[in-house]
């Protein structure tokens, strides 16, 4: 009887590898041969409501312009916490006044899960907010913004006008330390200009190392100036292990594809429960939980 057991287990775990690599075979071929407006469709529906979108042409997920984030504003909370959902990034908030009011603009490059990202945010703080909490810039204060991301070489870039300006990298893992920023933000006037300008400074970026273009201001960030994250070492190190690991196993599982909508489509078919697991993945959640509780006060009252 113990080794009729055995055999019959023995046997089940053949037949689940058999159908396993039969259904991954039908799979892959299903991926290869589907329509690429099919596939950024499928991957959109499910970045939507985090209020991401993949752009097809870097192949990196990126925040949409009227993304549910902006109606949560920002604070300092976000940052410090940031580790705790699998986020080890460098930060550098550029603080300047300008007609009345307090800019903050932030630049943020790093690991975010299972991606390498950067992201740039506008933010005000007015009188009668809570100390350290600002609102998002409305479509009056938006800014042309523009970045590149290198990792040793050029790994991709974003513009726009906007309030909030980001890109990730979906299974490529990195140490904040190894990647560079370069940005620059345009500015309606010389006189907002120029308190950008003293931000900077104010941030110990020396002359030599800002540009100016007309009304553009443009820096490079490869290690955050004054602005420290105190994070626990301990915490960002088992971060970064499982970021590192989580990595690993997603190159591993889509190595039948080179690029990222591929690889998330394959993933969409073979395992569904997974695939909802990798998108959250591969956006930062730091307002996701705070969206959440704001919604559902909303529908009680």
């Known amino acids: 009887m113990k080794y009729f057991l055995i055999a019959f287990l023995l046997l089940v775990v053949i037949v689940l590898i058999v159908l396993y690599f039969m259904k991954r075979k039908r799979v892959i071929y299903k991926v290869k041969h589907m329509d690429e407006l099919e596939k950024l469709s499928i991957v959109d529906k499910a970045l939507y409501p985090f209020g991401f ?9 990126v925040s949409k312009h009227d993304s549910w984030q902006r109606d949560m ?13 699998n986020m080890v990034m460098d930060a550098e908030p550029i603080y300047f006044h300008y007609d009345g009011k307090d800019y903050r603009i932030e630049f943020w490059k790093g690991q975010y899960g ?11 703080h007015e009188k009668g907010m809570p100390k350290n909490e600002y609102r998002c810039a409305n479509d009056k204060e938006m800014l042309p913004i523009q970045f590149e991301l290198y990792k040793k070489c050029f790994l991709f870039s974003r513009c726009g006008y906007t309030w909030w300006l980001t890109g990730f990298d979906v299974g490529l893992f990195s140490k904040p330390k190894d990647l560079t920023l370069k940005a620059c933000v345009r500015f309606p006037n010389q006189f907002m200009q120029v308190a950008f300008v003293e931000g900077l400074l104010n941030a110990g970026y020396t002359p030599n190392k800002i540009k100016v273009f ?17 994070h626990h070492k301990l915490i960002k190190c088992i971060a970064q292990f499982f970021n590192y690991i989580n990595c690993k196993l997603f190159m591993w599982f889509t190595r039948p594809f080179a690029s990222t909508l591929d690889k998330l489509v394959f993933i969409r078919f073979m395992a569904p429960h997974l695939y909802h697991f990798v998108i959250k993945l591969t956006i930062p959640r730091r307002k996701q939980k ?7 006060k909303s529908h009680k009252i």
């Open 114 to 124: 299972i991606t390498t990202g950067a992201e740039v945010g506008i933010y005000i």
């Open 214 to 230: 007309g009304c553009s201001i443009c820096f490079t960030i490869c290690t955050p100036k004054n602005y420290k994250l105190n």
């Open 290 to 296: 705070k969206y959440c509780k704001k919604k559902k």
């Open 53 to 61: 979108a993949f752009d097809r042409k870097q192949d990196i997920v």
């Open 73 to 85: 504003g920002y604070s300092d909370f976000y940052d410090l916490k940031a580790p705790l959902l």
